[in-house]
């Protein structure tokens, strides 16, 4: 199952997928004229398309009335909930454990048109979710963070584009995820020259003269789910 439609489904009257429809249906070339051979998609034929490209994003995205019941979500979002350490689903609503109140309100806030950020946990494992308003709907957009900085999926076609071997590779994933060379050398049971020598050939194959910029490449990949119908979490 892909993009989950709750009780309404995903209808015309939703104001934000109507007013996208606008948007989606009137390209314009250089000159700002529309396309002559290109002419608008149906609603239901939109609605799916868009369900698809929301399933291929590695964050989760739901949609929520004001009062937290859950409307639709991305195939992303539902791999989330399913082990969520903070987030669980009560009589069909989104609920916040430890802190239900904090996520009310920024629902309500939403509701009335002001975007705010919601923390889960405590201390380094905090995580955070967002709340934004859909256009003059009512409805809500919740979004998700990730626990990488990156796609799974994204980097390892990075990776392959680049021909990183496997030991690069492993090497790359340790510097994205913050670990110093020498921990890599311990971790991996090699010499520090080796996981030295794999780092300069990882510079020189992405044209990185840092390694800073190595963790900001991965950092801008898209965040692209998994080829196989799983979020990369």
């Avoid at 003059?136 to 980097?155: E, H, P, W």
């Amino acid at each position: 199952m892909g993009f989950r439609e709750r009780e309404w489904g995903l209808r015309p009257e939703m104001g934000p997928l109507q007013a996208m429809e606008g948007r989606l249906t009137a390209p314009f070339g250089a000159a700002g004229a529309p396309h002559a051979n290109l002419h608008p998609l149906p609603c239901s034929a939109l609605h799916g398309l868009l369900g698809a490209v929301l399933d291929e994003l590695d964050h989760g995205v739901l949609i929520c009335a004001p009062n937290g019941r859950l409307l639709a979500y991305n195939r992303c979002a539902r791999h989330a909930l399913s082990s969520h350490p903070h987030l669980s689903l009560q009589q069909d609503g989104l609920s916040l454990r430890g802190d239900p109140h904090a996520l009310a309100q920024a629902l309500l806030q939403a509701a009335q048109g002001r975007r705010s950020l919601v923390p889960m946990g405590e201390g380094e494992q905090r995580q955070y979710l967002a709340c934004t308003p859909l256009g003059a709907s009512g409805q809500v957009l919740v979004l998700l963070g990730r626990d990488r900085a990156y796609s799974t999926v994204a980097f390892e076609m990075f990776c392959a584009q680049h021909a990183l071997t496997h030991a690069e590779r492993r090497v790359l994933l340790a510097l994205v995820d913050g670990q110093r060379p020498a921990d890599m050398a311990e971790s991996f049971g090699v010499a520090l020259s080796t996981v030295r020598t794999q780092v300069a050939n990882i510079r020189a194959k992405l044209g990185a003269a840092r390694i800073e910029s190595l963790m900001q490449m991965a950092a801008g990949l898209p965040p692209l789910a998994t080829l196989l119908g799983t979020p990369s979490h």
